[in-house]
DNA sequence: CGCCTTCTTGAGATGACTCAATGGTGGTGG
DNA sequence: CCACCACCATTGAGTCATCTCAAGAAGGCG
């Protein structure tokens, strides 16, 4: 395992409160007093090179995260330290929020590209969440969201095949990004993908050697090209049907 | 699919503070004017029987519950309407809570034996949540529990045998039962099993009939032996091992 | 230029599934 | 009280999806 990356940018912090991310980015709705207050208190803004780890699992977690750029990958591993890939984080993302008595990471994270992320403090969460009810409501909002996409995987994994685990994650993704697409209104869509082959079966379940012919397929039917970096999406409604993949 | 056998066992709703369940029921450390407060709000008893639907996902998700008595599943079903078991409700449980904005309930829940639970409006919690921050944080590690196990969930589907998967549930059911165990202290642990094979299977996402012989195996191994109603843990180190079960 | 990671493909093994049939068990009504 | 019925558990035989092991090809980076 990779010793960890992480360097901290500090100071130079241009408040979290700019990041140009998603609309579901924690603490874009909040007010500037709670950024100031925020900001009063220590936290800072962290850069993290590919293949290191923002956090590990078991580790007390004393810090949580939104991501600004970078795509992220959160897994548990087996007693064999194999990789199960819960979830890709994107940028705008909130992660690493514990709200567990025991204080440790339910899973760890790990950079799938560079990527810099805003770190709180987990006491001022908490401070900040007991102030406010409206934060309570918004995390706990973030947590049921993630809760249902977790469900979904439970499902998927075990009553899906593995074309349709795939097609499922690849559509999951292309959604998530859509609102950054580019060319779009043409029939072939296309989006950066920084995954190796081996961390899409990490997610989907699979071993890299199934993984890959499972793309050789999807490519063989039109559906979707994978390529090094990048993913174009030939045939999208059935992309869609093959996934089974709508909107949640 | 059956028709919900729900009835409504009102008024007569001794009130819901004397659940004498388990530590982690929600209002149970609320104190009693909260506990008016809620009263004076429309909230009520009902009875369920066993097969019976408490609500069904997708379905507006009006009420939330605490279960008293009996066990619940909790599933989501797929396409072909196969169910994937996502965890047991046992007497305590807190379930059917949606905070995501859509207001839909993100699964369903099916009683396993006649069950009573206590109903609660959704929109009371979230005014009670808005008011009380401590509420709101007990909400929010309850959820985090459940994702904690989620995730283990996706982590034993993915990558477990059947075998360890089967005794993982059944180590982890003997575990949350543990405080009501009859006849411990003896080399041989039992506790009651309202569940049908198919129901595990479900729960581990396995075949009814591959449930079966992985059972079968178990007790030729001198492992647990599961009968109707009842099952018995001849050698629950050996069982632990198995399912890599370690109290979370 | 050479190494190292990633991708690709083949061949064979296997865990879990499907289909199908039989045997128990408990409840219900005659 | 018994007979029937529905549901559940059990077992066999054969198939299929995915895994394992193994080796070669293709890029990227120092």
Redesign the interface.
Known sequence: MKTNKMTEVRPAPTRCAVCPVREKALFQVINDDYLHEAESRRFGQYRLSARGHLFEEGAPSTMAYTLFSGWLMLY?S??EG?R?G?RVALPGDFIGY????DGLY??SAMAITDAVVCGFRQADL?AM???D?KI??H???I??????T??????G????SAEQRIAHLIAELFHRLEPHAEGDGERAHSMPFPLTQEMLGELS?LTPVHTNRVLRRLRADGVMVCERQRVTILDLPRLLQIG?FNEN
Chains 1, 2 share one sequence.
């Open positions: 548990r087996d007693s194999a199960q819960l514990a709200a567990l008595t339910g899973h908490h969440l007991d102030r009810a309570a409501r995390i706990t909002e947590q049921a969201r993630y809760l249902a977790c469900e979904s995987k439970v499902l994994l075990a009553r899906k379940g089974e």
